[in-house]
């Protein structure tokens, strides 16, 4: 059997590792506000280049802001980028020269939480991407706790990943791999130390669906699970710019666990990070995709962990679905139960569907469609991708047409469902395949569609 690569056997990732010495170097030079004032400007060139990310930084903010105004959503994401460099490049002095960090970090707020952090058995740092997170390897200095752990998840460069570790290591932190998260986390906790865990990015498949400013985010309900196991507190903290080359350690209150679930404990840690961040909005890593749409199944009933909504939420921010339907009249009939079960999937979900106006009157009788939107005689492909751009989420195609394909290529609808064609594969980007053979309208049409996105064709319909 053919043994895997090893990390440390690529020349690339070791002349990225020469690259990242050099720089490292000629940072250790300057003085910290200079290269903070660098970090920005580089930032805003990334700002200006960078239009993936640019984008992908403006749709978060809208989610989570939605009553901004464009000039609000670009002010945040320049100073946003400008910010995220500017932390890089300090941290990368900072961690090499821990000893001189006190100057430039206030601990105050930390300091007086101490007595609260001290008579709790353990505690569980939880830590987010605000400001510049990766100071966090100094807290060992900070309350001078001879038991200090992070979770981490190994760096594909095995150079870097190496340096990074004995560079957090040198400063007192003992480093945990995600993978041996929960047994060797449990062990530190029931020793009575700390332990750090990055609570914000999207956690896939694993995690609990919960409320993050509002829209369903999966959310990784580790934290949760360890203070059950454990009775360790729950401690919010992060590290946010507070000026030029400057930071401030801010302590939120301690989140109860003893009586409350694991999927309520983790939509209390959104609830407190939502806190965190409205405070300095353009400080928090907008450029990752927080709110990332599964793929294949969008609609949520089927996921192990499930959904979770709190009672302080009132109402959740809408998943916006887009059905084309059929322009016939037996086409759309054979719709119906497909539309009514992918309703169902997920308690957020605003049901819109596209139909030619002859059909409209029949989909407004199906009272789980949210919206009808009437294509009207003599429509262009533009006038209806003009009609529904920016509006959805998910668009899914029932008819196999090459039209409806083009519309809601042209809309700029980000996933796009339908049957795989030769003809229309262009305009789609999640395929369902249909069976072979001669198979029942049932088991080769919109139903077939609504089980792969993820709805029960089990559940009785009312």
Known sequence: ??????????????????????????????????????????????????????????????????????????????????????NLLCSLVLTQKPHKANSYIDISQLLAAAPKIKAASSVIWVINHIGNWELFILAPRWLQNPLWAVIYQKLTNGYLDRHVQRSRESSGVLTIDRTEGLHRGVTVLRNGGMLGVLIDQHAGDKGVWTPFFGRLASTTPFPAVLAKKTGAALMPVSIVTSGIARWRVEVDDFIPSREASTAEITARINLSLEKQIRKNPSDWFWVHNRWKTPNPQFLLRHYHRGVYVPAEVERLKPFRVLIRSSDL?????????????????????????????????????????????????????????????????????????????????????????????????????????????????????????AERIGADLAEKLP
């Open 329 to 449: 009249l037996d086409g759309a009939a054979m719709s119906v139960e497909a539309a009514r079960r992918i309703k169902r999937g997920r308690p957020d979900l605003r049901l819109t569907v596209l139909v030619v106006d002859r059909l409209a009157d029949f989909w407004r009788n199906v009272s789980e469609v949210d919206e009808v939107l009437q294509i009207e005689d003599g429509s262009s492909v533009f006038d209806v991708a003009h009609k529904i751009r920016g509006r959805f989420d998910v668009a899914i195609l029932f008819p196999n047409s090459l039209r409806p394909g083009i519309e809601i290529w042209l809309a700029g609808i980000p996933r796009r469902v339908g049957f795989s064609k030769p003809w229309r594969d262009l305009f789609v980007n999640q395929f369902v395949r249909q069976r072979s053979g001669s198979l029942p309208h049932r088991e080769n049409g919109p139903l077939r569609i």
């Open 1 to 86: 059997m053919a043994k895997s690569k090893s990390r440390f056997s690529r020349p690339a990732d070791y002349l990225v590792y020469l690259g990242y010495k050099f720089i490292a170097w000629i940072l250790l030079q300057l003085r910290l506000p200079w290269t903070f004032r660098l970090g920005q400007a580089l930032g805003f060139l990334g700002y200006l280049v960078l239009g993936r990310y640019r984008k992908l930084a403006s749709v978060n903010v809208r989610i989570a802001f939605p009553e901004w105004t464009k000039k609000q959503v670009r002010k945040n994401g320049r100073d946003h980028f400008q910010t995220v460099t500017a």
